[in-house]
């Protein structure tokens, strides 16, 4: 059983920055694919990031790219969302998520079998 603990996430002023982090049971990180979803009150879960156990380039949600870099640290079983330059449009609670997506469902969040238990962003203009 897959099992992701986040931490991190906070409150912040606009232009700040935080970093959140998916802690995994055992070797996840080698074998599935990782992703960050996020998701406002009444909004569908939205994609943020994600990347491939290959280490291949990382994908991006057009909104956050230039300003958010997902890293991955196999040795610690731990995924990373640096998020830089905060907006009050990134407030909402984010997931990490494991799965075994193919290239084109990537962004779906059906694609993911194992989630996180969410981590509050609120960003204040």
């Known amino acids: 059983q897959v099992q992701l603990v986040q931490s991190g996430g906070g409150v912040v002023q606009a232009g700040e920055f935080l970093r959140l982090s998916c802690e995994a049971s055992g070797r996840t990180w080698r074998a599935y694919s990782a992703a960050w979803f996020r998701q406002s009150p009444g909004k569908e879960r939205e994609f943020v990031a994600a990347?491939?156990?290959?280490?291949?380039?990382?994908y991006y949600a057009d909104s956050v790219k230039g300003r958010f870099t997902f890293s991955k640290d196999n040795a610690k079983n731990t995924v990373y969302l640096q998020m830089n330059s905060l907006k009050p449009e990134d407030t909402a609670l984010y997931y990490c998520a494991a799965g075994s997506p193919i290239t084109s469902t990537i962004r779906n969040p059906s694609a993911y079998a194992y989630w996180g238990q969410g981590t509050q962003v609120s960003v204040s203009s």
């Open positions: 990347a491939k156990p290959t280490n291949s380039n990382p």
